[in-house]
């Protein structure tokens, strides 16, 4: 059973960077692709940026260019670099693995980020 645990998230003022993390407890980590999803308030929630096993990496048009997603297998922890937030950042932040075979779809607790001044 695998358990993700995000850290990072927080109050930041528009323009401001943070860096969330995602540690993932378990095995098979460098094997799952690795997701950051974010839900604001009312609405769905979102796929913010996803890497592969083989670091493939896809991010929603809204934040190309702003934000970067990586991981270190080493420490089973995948890393959500945001940059130029925006108030429209704002959200709880989820962490997603997923894995075709052995089935895993695994969800963090979610943290999370105020884009506000």
């Known amino acids: 059973q695998v358990q993700l645990v995000e850290s990072g998230g927080g109050l930041v003022q528009p323009g401001g960077s943070l860096r969330l993390s995602c540690a993932a407890s378990?095995?098979?980590?460098?094997?799952?692709?690795m997701g950051w999803y974010r839900q604001a308030p009312e609405k769905q929630r979102e796929l913010v940026a996803r890497?592969?096993?083989?670091?493939?990496?896809n991010y929603a048009d809204s934040v190309k260019g702003r934000f970067t997603i990586s991981r270190d297998n080493a420490k089973n922890t995948v890393y959500l670099q945001m940059n130029s937030l925006k108030p429209e950042d704002t959200a709880v932040y989820y962490c997603?693995?997923?894995?075709?075979?052995?089935?895993?779809?695994?969800w963090g607790q979610g943290t999370l980020v105020t884009v506000s001044s």
């Open positions: 997603n693995a997923v894995q075709i075979w052995p089935p895993l779809d695994a």
């Open positions: 378990g095995s098979g980590f460098s094997r799952n692709t």
């Open positions: 890497i592969t096993s083989g670091h493939n990496t």
